[in-house]
């Protein structure tokens, strides 16, 4: 597609629950990236995608984050046990054209309750 | 932890004014920088990037690298109220497959 797009814009999900998140990102690009915003916390690295792989899962806060990524383009980010400090918008991005700037999607705004 | 830092504003200027934004990194190896406008409620929008010391223009908006001072800059002219927004300074990471790392931004307000 010619953007990246992210489903659900807005979930809400009481804790302890699982959730998942999708990114579709721009097609033909094998880069892409998920980030994490809270409240204070500013924007923050969780994982990066090569294609279908994930080198560095080093920004994932912890276990209960997982994420993948199928056929080289939709990814899904799963938090397991959702704890009320997940509370934040996750964000995914992918380069376009033939540097390495990163356009973001329209992120999912999760809040656990 | 490779730090990317921001004053937080508010940054206030009137209308038709310039306004400064100001960026530093510590990370002295990183080679791309960006900026990206949020708008309250929307996601980060790349509004510049530069990646050479110097200045680099587009429209009302330069960019300004200065790597010996670690410093990165963004200068808006002519400013308008439609540019109020919060400003994230980005810089990328060599490992993490060049993922970003964002100082927590400034709050512009241009008031008419």
């Known amino acids: 597609g010619a953007g990246v797009s992210q489903s659900p814009s807005n979930k809400v999900t009481e804790k302890g629950k699982d959730v998942e998140l999708r990114c579709d990102p721009i097609s033909g690009h094998t880069a892409l990236y998920w980030y994490r915003q809270s409240l204070g916390q500013g924007l923050e690295f969780l994982i990066y995608f090569q294609g279908n792989s994930a080198p560095d899962k080093s920004g994932l806060p912890s276990d209960r984050f997982s994420a993948e990524r199928t056929g080289g383009s939709v990814s899904t980010l799963t938090i397991q046990r959702t704890q009320q400090e997940d509370s934040a918008v996750y964000l995914c991005?992918?380069?376009?054209?033939?540097?390495?700037?990163?356009?973001f999607g329209p992120g999912t705004r999760l809040t656990v309750t | 932890q490779k730090e990317v830092e921001q004053n937080s504003g508010p940054l206030s200027v009137p209308e038709g004014a310039i306004a400064s934004l100001n960026c530093t990194y510590s990370?002295?190896?990183?080679?791309?920088f960006f900026w990206y406008r949020q708008y309250s409620g929307k996601s980060p929008e790349l509004i510049m990037f530069?990646?050479?010391?110097g200045d680099k223009e587009d429209g009302r908006f330069t960019a300004q690298l200065n790597k010996a001072s670690q410093y990165v800059s963004l200068l808006i002219r002519d400013s308008q109220p439609s540019d109020s927004a919060t400003y994230l300074c980005?810089?990328?990471?060599?490992?993490?497959?060049?993922?970003?790392?964002f100082g927590k931004g400034t709050s512009l307000l241009v008031t008419p």
């Open positions: 990370d002295r190896g990183s080679q791309s």
């Open positions: 991005a992918t380069p376009r054209g033939g540097g390495d700037e990163q356009y």
């Open positions: 980005a810089v990328n990471r060599r490992d993490s497959g060049y993922a970003l790392n």
């Open positions: 530069i990646y050479s010391n």
